[in-house]
């Protein structure tokens, strides 16, 4: 299923290191979008979504400039902000006006910013929209990456119909555009809104967010509730049992904090992906995306991952002084109902090894294997207090 590494023509891939899911001032960031494109830009990204929720910025939106910031939420567009802006890209770069005695600024949308930073051809910006619908309560969040329209909130009848519905959206417009595009589920334990008998039968684009560095999304489970890993390994396994084909999994930062950089506070840098892909552009990345021909990341670099028939291989990029442990996790052939959730068989760890390259040899037993690997070093700024630095990789899917 993974092509990464392919000797014949492996010369050809780059890896790409992007975040999927952005806010700023479009929807509920407390940054104005050139900031958060400023932002990723300088450090080191190669492409970045914006993905607001329910908008896109192509039209003409005007926001309230304030005197000072009061706090809380929504976040507060203030005089300091702008003249950071116009220190950072010239004074005529914003457009102002006033109205009702009161100071607006225009924001600025993703055309002209792809003008801007996309100059070199070194960075990419990619529409993206996060569909932000609910089903009574529960908020459901699906991100369209690569959009060229706009796609309001489906709804649907349940928690389930609703995530279909606004993936089906995202499809029918990939099908009529003609223009490459996928739909991810955002965050699944935000509000412990999803279980992974939501994500087992969803038809169509099939990534979830393993990883989002919101500080209220609840990545590591409780004592009740399945981490997203945990979640992963579930969903992994009944797909495949029912032969879908197997959900990846994302690293995002989903972040909406630019002006203060602090554990629970929605900051930039956390998570994110490592795409191998023929070339920067919005259809390579996504082509590549589709194949599983990437990782998710919080801080450990992979120079190569490998599969064949016999083994898993997973070549890091060393930092020095770092201790690395690779956990290839997944299930077996024992696991053979398909509604047993419960099943303590599932999403085993087949074997942990602190080599490099990490290797794992299959025994014929398994049904996917998949590879995380966790260093010893802590995560500057994390998501949750004392966070180390870790990768997943894509299943590799053997039945
Ligand atoms: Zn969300
Ligand atoms: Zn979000």
């Given at each position: ?12 891939y780059q890896w790409y290191k992007g975040n ?313 052939h024992s696991i053979n109902q398909k509604d ?60």
């Open positions: 299923m993974l092509i990464i590494n392919c000797n014949n023509y492996s010369d050809s999927l899911h952005t806010h700023t001032f479009w929807s509920d960031g407390d940054a104005p979008p050139e900031i958060t494109v400023d932002w990723y830009k300088s450090n080191e990204y190669d492409f970045l979504a914006l993905s607001d929720h329910n908008i896109l910025s192509t039209v003409e939106k005007w926001i309230k400039v304030h005197d000072n910031d009061p706090g809380g939420w929504p976040p507060t567009m203030t005089k300091t902000k702008l003249k950071d802006i116009q220190n950072k890209f010239g004074f005529d770069w914003i457009n102002t006006r006033i109205k009702d005695d009161t100071l607006e600024m225009q924001l600025t949308t993703l055309d002209k910013l792809k003008i801007k930073f996309e100059t070199d051809n070194d960075f990419l910006l990619i529409q993206s929209e996060e569909i932000s619908d609910k089903y009574e309560k529960t908020p459901i969040h699906i991100n369209a990456t690569n959009i060229s329209e706009f796609i309001p909130p489906q709804g649907g009848n349940s928690i389930f119909d609703v995530l279909q519905r606004n993936i089906n959206a995202v499809r029918e417009q990939r099908k009529t555009t003609g223009q490459a595009m996928i739909a991810h589920i955002n965050h699944p334990n935000y509000e412990w809104a999803l279980l992974s008998e939501h994500l087992i039968n969803i038809q169509g684009d099939s990534f979830f967010e393993v990883y989002n560095g919101h500080p209220l999304v609840n990545n590591w489970g409780n004592n009740e509730k399945p981490s997203t890993d945990k979640m992963w390994d579930m969903v992994l396994t009944m797909r495949i049992l029912k032969n879908l084909p197997p959900m990846y999994g994302l690293a995002v930062d989903d972040a909406h904090a630019y002006y203060r950089y602090k554990v629970g506070k929605a900051n930039p840098g956390r998570g994110w992906v490592m795409v191998k892909a023929k070339g920067l552009n919005a259809e390579k990345i996504i082509s590549s995306l589709e194949s599983g021909n990437f990782y998710s990341s919080t801080g450990v670099l992979i120079n190569n991952i490998n599969q064949n028939n016999k083994s898993y291989m997973v070549y890091i990029s060393k930092k020095t002084g770092i201790t690395y442990t690779t956990q290839f996790i997944g299930s077996t047993d959730l419960d099943n303590n068989e599932i999403g085993k760890i087949f074997y942990e090894t602190k080599t490099n390259p990490a290797i794992y040899n299959f025994t014929g037993k398994e049904i996917y294997v998949r590879a995380k690997i966790i260093s010893d070093k802590l995560q500057e700024n994390p998501y949750s207090k004392g966070d180390l630095e870790m990768a997943w990789t894509q299943p590799f899917v053997l039945k």
